[in-house]
């Protein structure tokens, strides 16, 4: 079973950047996809960018889409959302995720049975 540790949030203005990072346990990055959510308070969790080391392929939604980057650090088995010109809606908990190995990834959360247990990212003035 493959163990999840996010880090990196915090407070931001908006139009400011913010890097997450998801160190994965139990197994190397080759063997999954790993991929980001995130929750706001009364909304349901929705898939931000997902990424497959194995494959090289990505994944962002519409709404992060130019302004987010994934990434993976091999040498520390981790993942890395790079958020830049944050906005106030970008406000939620964000979580990071890992299945077996999908072709072309996933954004749905059903489709993730590890998670990590959340990194609060505010976007505030």
């Known amino acids: 079973q493959v163990q999840l540790v996010e880090s990196g949030g915090g407070l931001v203005q908006p139009g400011g950047s913010l890097r997450l990072s998801c160190a994965v346990s139990?197994?190397?990055?080759?063997?999954?996809?790993i991929g980001w959510f995130r929750q706001a308070p009364g909304k349901e969790r929705e898939g931000v960018s997902c990424i497959s080391s194995s494959d090289g392929s990505t994944r962002y939604a519409d709404t992060v889409k130019g302004r987010f980057t994934i990434s993976t650090d091999i040498a520390k088995n981790t993942v890395l959302l790079e958020m830049n010109s944050l906005k106030p809606e970008d406000t939620a908990v964000y979580y990071c995720?890992?299945?077996?190995?999908?072709?072309?990834?996933?954004?749905?959360?059903?489709?993730?049975?590890?998670w990590g247990q959340g990194t609060q990212v505010t976007v505030s003035s």
């Open positions: 139990g197994s190397t990055l080759d063997y999954y996809s």
């Open positions: 995720a890992a299945d077996f190995f999908m072709y072309g990834g996933s954004l749905d959360p059903r489709d993730f049975g590890s």
